[in-house]
C-alpha cells in the first residue's frame, strides 16, 4: 500500500514539474539576447521605432523601458475591421555578454459597427498577442537594423 502512494506522488511530482517547465519555456519567445550593450541597445530601439512608424509614448532609459505605439489599416474591402493598434512594450535588461530583450505586443481591432445611417467605430480588445511568429519576425528586423547600422 504504502509503494503505491509513493509511486502516484513521484507521478503527480513528475507531471506537475513537466507542466511547470512547458509553462516557463513557452514564453522564451518574447526574449532575446543581444551582443551589444544595453544603452546602445535602447538607443537603437528609439531610432528602429521611429523609422518604422511607432508613436513613442513612454520612454524610461534608467530601467531601459520604451512603450510604443503602431497603426496598421486593414486593406480587404468586405470587413468590419478598419485596422489594428498594436502596443509595443520593450525592457532592455543588461546580462552577461550583453544585453536581454523583454518584448511584449498588446493588440486592438478598430471595426466598424452599426447600421448605414448610425455608424460607430470601436476598439476591440485583442489583449496581449501570443503568437510566437509575430514577436520573431519583431525581433529579427529589430535585430538585423542594429547590425547594420553598427556596421556603418
Not at 22 to 27: D, G, I, N, R, T
Request: glycine fraction near 4%.
Amino acid at each position: 500500500m504504502t509503494c503505491k502512494i509513493l509511486i502516484t506522488l513521484a507521478l503527480a511530482l513528475f507531471v506537475f514539474s513537466g507542466i511547470n517547465t512547458a509553462f516557463a519555456q513557452s514564453k522564451d519567445f518574447k526574449h532575446a539576447k543581444l551582443a551589444l550593450n544595453a544603452d546602445t541597445c535602447f538607443k537603437q530601439a528609439l531610432d528602429y521605432l521611429e523609422n518604422h512608424d511607432y508613436f513613442i509614448e513612454d520612454v524610461d532609459k534608467s530601467s531601459g523601458f520604451i512603450r510604443a505605439k503602431s497603426y496598421t489599416k486593414d486593406k480587404k474591402i468586405l470587413s468590419s475591421k478598419v485596422g489594428e493598434r498594436r502596443t509595443v512594450t520593450m525592457r532592455f535588461s543588461t546580462i552577461a555578454g550583453g544585453t536581454l530583450l523583454s518584448l511584449n505586443m498588446y493588440s486592438e481591432a478598430l471595426r466598424w459597427s452599426g447600421s448605414i445611417h448610425n455608424n460607430v467605430l470601436s476598439y476591440e480588445d485583442d489583449g496581449i498577442v501570443e503568437q510566437p511568429t509575430i514577436y520573431k519576425v519583431f525581433i529579427e528586423d529589430f535585430s538585423s537594423a542594429i547590425r547594420r547600422s553598427t556596421n556603418n
